[in-house]
């Protein structure tokens, strides 16, 4: 049909010319000729579609809304596929002389850019205000959630975008026409629309109501506007939006941040961070950033202030720590699944939580005063996780999950602690000395779970830690195959009926001191150990040996003289230390001293023969024999009370239910002075960490002013945050060391001393 | 007594006889001996500046190179001229900074020990008033020594030639000291000391 349409159009044009004749090549020849031919032919050309074009406009004014926009749809394709014919009919005018008018300046254009210009002056000029009309009420119409065609919009659209197009002056100029007659009304109309429903709503509801009802506009707008915006416009069309929409109650959506946070509204949040995130990082978001941090950090204080006052904090160690612990983790678990569901880890607000845990974990009510401090609840929490007989700590975990996993779980959330620790080498000391402790005292409960722990701490703090704590594992490992190959060798050949093992333990990776006494071992343990020291050095030679009786124990049978009943023949099962054992052997009455005030309870000894035959110091005798002397396995001349006056016997008598006991494990560790040694230790390193710094900066850069020097040194140490005074302590201890001096013409320079 | 042999017949009258080491040393007690002659207080401060200008390197103890490079460079060939002499470097350590600063430093070494490398703070305590006059920031040195006495035992080398220049530098309240500075740390505490109220 519209090939006909368009015949008919050409013939017409072929009757209106001189003398009905066609314009052919042949005339080509004679350029005067084909110039008025040209020209007639062109502005015959302009007139007869101009014409045209007023009848359609005429035609339009038959029709508005819906119908409008279809009959100007309708007549574009018409006309598009028209002009396009024409254009290539006519190629021939179009390449001479049209080309040669163009070449001289003159004001004339090809036939395809002719046509539309035609189009825009004759009909589209006079209709694009009925058009704009009819988008806005269609427009209106989806919005109010009516079904109209969306597609007569994009094609008006695309006739705007069109139409824009065929200026001969400059490319930018191209979208003029859809920049002026469409897309600035439209944004303006689009925004009082939405200003009116604006106030409609929130006068209607509560402004998380609001929130969601904008929520869902802005999807459907974003999601209609790429199917009949032109895309260079989306951007200008979404800000214009979210400016009536969102910036225009900026201010009441932010204070609805904290509310949310309380009542821990994650789908609020969620759909509250999408919106402001439509108004940029510095409108938007940025007055979020301090209010979480401030919230997490209030909550995190919050839950330790709690924890602080609970009675359970207060009944040792064990149970504070892991209060503390748990309390920390639960804050920083809540606020980073909300961080991550409702915020999707954004950067800006994800950084906050971090300033947020970095305060509330380090500088809290519980580690305000000396005694207690973040890092070292902390080693002491992981040492619950790890050491037998703590059923409480790892119950804390998933019912029905395997213990491996749960340990696994518990042990990476104390990393996750770890990671926010201030003073990170007060915990690598503590947990060093938690570590060894349990190692020498086969407390692990997991050996996995050990070097789980390991693992997870050289991914944070790298080998330079950990390495210690590898090296004190396999010294363990390698004693224990010592052990057996040395019962395999000495199997047939000892001749005593008892069973020992040694661990041989490398003085520098163990945090472990000599013991504060003497001791003689009885005579059969002396033996072994000189076996085993005769075996060992078989493999190693020129070694020298620290004994630490202090960490050793033992496991005895005891057969009291008067035992009745079931003990009697199996005796009872005692775990003691080897002092508490060297005071017992002496009472074996085969080979007691004996005094004379024998018995038949055994012999009777002095405390000052006890001294004397074991060696050890007084206050170890006093304290292992009150141990002894409570567990009623020995009678005492003074009330059965350990003294230094006393005379001490055998109690051959003794009855328990229990058959076995643990006297070794009574005297427990002090965690005051375990305190006081783990910070002296610590700042022993850190003095040392410092001056080591000192010298590094100083060897590469030769000289230096102090400030910079204090800086270099406060940038170069991350374990711990050196303090002015211990720096300038450091280096008063190089230049007394020679390895600084002062220069002479300037005090405020250094020298490195090579 | 002019040179060369008059040097060496000069310092005979004062050097120990009971070595065994063929040293040719003036010990102690003949060091005293010398200064009973120029009429030196031993307690003052002539006795150290003599020793300094003999290039003694421990107190009291002068060998043979040290006295005659010294009497040469002090062009002095007999008692009265040595009296003389070291009275006038007495008076120059007032005028002339460099001088004073060299003797104040070479004094840190007479006061220590032999083997160690910090000097006691009882002998600083002791010594520093005769050697530094009446310098307001060595008076509240010494007191600040006396009163920390308990936890402060040594006063090293850098602490005590700093101590010079914060003598030339610092205002009397304090107003010009920073603990950002380069001074010691030790200082740091001084200042503190200083600025409680009781102690002033």
Redesign the interface.
């Known amino acids: 049909m519209q090939r006909s349409g368009v015949y008919n159009f050409c013939t017409s044009l072929k009757s209106s010319l001189p003398g009905g004749t066609y314009y052919t090549p042949a005339d080509a020849s004679s350029t005067v000729h084909g110039s008025m031919y040209g020209r007639q032919l062109y502005t015959r050309l302009n007139d007869h579609v101009s014409q045209y074009m007023i009848q359609v406009a005429e035609k339009s004014r038959e029709f508005s809304g819906d119908d409008l926009l279809s009959f100007y749809n309708r007549e574009w394709i018409k006309y598009g596929d028209a002009a396009k014919t024409i254009h290539h009919i006519f190629d021939y005018l179009n390449r001479h002389w049209i080309q040669r008018e163009q070449d001289e300046g003159n004001n004339v254009c090809d036939i395809n850019t002719l046509m539309f210009r035609l189009w825009r002056n004759n009909f589209f000029m006079d209709v694009r205000n009925s058009l704009l009309e009819s988008v806005f009420s269609l427009m209106k119409r989806i919005r109010d959630g009516q079904v109209a065609d969306l597609n007569l919009v994009k094609s008006v659209v695309d006739s705007f975008v069109s139409l824009g197009s065929d200026d001969m002056a400059s490319g930018s100029k191209k979208m003029e026409v859809y920049d002026s007659y469409f897309l600035k009304p439209f944004i303006e109309g689009s925004r009082q629309y939405y200003e009116a429903e604006c106030e409609r709503v929130l006068k209607e509801g509560s402004i998380r109501n609001y929130m969601i009802w904008v929520f869902d506009r802005l999807k459907e707008e974003d999601d209609r506007a790429e199917m009949y915006l032109h895309e260079s416009s989306l951007r200008e069309f979404g800000d214009a939006l979210n400016k009536v929409l969102i910036g225009k109650q900026r201010a009441s959506l932010i204070s609805e941040f904290k509310p949310m946070l309380q009542a821990r509204e994650k789908d609020d949040l969620a759909r509250l961070y999408e919106l402001l995130k439509r108004l940029g990082e510095t409108a938007g978001l940025e007055p979020l950033r301090d209010t979480f941090r401030s919230f997490v950090e209030d909550a995190g204080l919050e839950a330790v202030k709690k924890v602080c006052g609970e009675q359970e904090a207060a009944e040792g160690n064990a149970n504070k720590s892991r209060l503390f612990v748990q309390a920390l983790l639960s804050v920083h678990e809540l606020y980073s699944s909300i961080l991550h569901d409702s915020f999707k880890d954004d950067p800006g607000l994800s950084k906050a939580l971090d300033h947020a845990c970095q305060k509330f974990i380090n500088e809290n009510e519980m580690c305000a005063g000396k005694d207690n401090n973040a890092a070292r609840l902390l080693a002491n929490y992981c040492d619950t996780l790890l050491r037998k007989g703590n059923a409480t700590a790892r119950a804390a975990g998933e019912a029905g999950a395997s213990s491996e996993d749960n340990l696994e779980k518990q042990l990476t959330q104390a990393i996750c602690v770890y990671r926010y620790l201030k003073e990170q080498d007060v915990f690598q000391v503590a947990y060093g000395r938690f570590f060894a402790r349990r190692l020498v005292n086969e407390q692990s409960v997991s050996s996995h779970g050990e070097e789980m722990m390991i693992s997870l701490l050289k991914e944070v703090s790298g080998m330079d830690f950990t390495s210690r704590l590898s090296r004190m594992f396999s010294d363990i490992t390698v004693s224990k195959e010592m052990s057996e190959r040395f019962k395999e060798t000495m199997r047939d050949k000892r001749g005593d009926d008892f069973e020992f093992d040694m661990k041989v333990l490398n003085t520098g990776s163990w945090p472990l001191k000599a013991p504060e006494t003497k001791l003689k071992l009885p005579a059969e343990l002396d033996r072994a150990v000189d076996q085993y020291l005769e075996f060992y050095s078989k493999s190693h030679s020129g070694r020298r040996f620290n004994w630490l009786w202090q960490y050793s124990k033992a496991e005895i049978k005891m057969f009291f003289p008067k035992a009745t009943g079931p003990a009697a023949k199996t005796g009872y099962l005692f775990q003691v230390s080897t002092y508490q054992l060297a005071i017992m052997m002496l009472f074996n009455a085969e080979s007691g001293p004996g005094t004379g005030y024998d018995s038949e309870d055994g012999p009777t000894l002095t405390f000052g023969q006890i001294l004397t035959a074991t060696e050890l110091d007084k206050d170890t005798a006093l304290g292992e024999l009150e141990v002894l002397c409570k567990a009623r396995v020995f009678n005492t001349s003074d009330g059965n009370k350990a003294t230094d006056t006393a005379q001490y016997t055998l109690n051959s008598g003794y009855k328990s239910k229990r058959m076995r006991m643990n006297l070794a494990g009574l005297r427990k560790p002090d965690a005051k002075k375990d305190a006081k040694d783990i910070q002296k230790s610590v700042d022993q390193d850190r003095s040392m960490s410092i001056q080591a710094a000192i010298v590094r900066i100083m060897k590469a850069r030769k000289q230096l002013v102090h400030r910079e020097l204090v800086q270099a040194t406060i940038e170069i140490i991350k374990l711990f945050h050196p303090q002015i005074s211990d720096i300038k302590q450091a280096i008063s201890k190089l230049i007394d060391n020679g390895f600084l001096a002062r220069d002479e013409d300037n005090r405020d320079v250094y020298n490195y001393l090579a | 007594m002019a040179k060369g042999n008059d040097l060496q017949a000069w310092f005979i009258e004062y050097q120990d006889l009971d070595r065994s080491d063929g040293q040719a040393v003036i010990m102690p007690e003949g060091f005293e001996r010398l200064c009973g002659a120029l009429e030196f207080d031993m307690d003052g401060i002539e006795p150290m500046a003599l020793l300094w200008r003999l290039n003694a390197a421990e107190l009291g103890k002068v060998e043979f190179a040290g006295w005659e490079s010294g009497m040469r460079a002090m062009n002095v060939h007999d008692t009265a001229e040595l009296k003389q002499a070291i009275r006038s470097t007495i008076d120059d350590f007032g005028r002339n900074a460099a001088l004073f600063k060299s003797f104040y430093r070479k004094m840190f070494d007479y006061l220590r020990a032999d083997k160690q490398?910090?000097v006691a703070a009882e002998d600083a305590v002791a010594v520093l008033p005769i050697v530094t006059g009446n310098g307001w920031v060595f008076e509240k040195f010494v007191k600040f020594l006396e009163a920390n006495g308990d936890r402060i035992k040594t006063v090293?080398?850098?602490?005590w030639?700093?101590l010079l220049?914060l003598s030339k530098t610092l205002k009397p309240d304090l107003s010009n000291y920073s603990?950002?500075?380069?001074?010691?740390?030790?200082f740091?505490e001084l200042v503190e000391w200083l600025k409680k109220p009781e102690t002033a």
């Open positions: 490398k910090s090293s080398r850098d602490q030639q700093s220049e603990s950002d500075d380069a001074w010691p740390a030790m740091d």
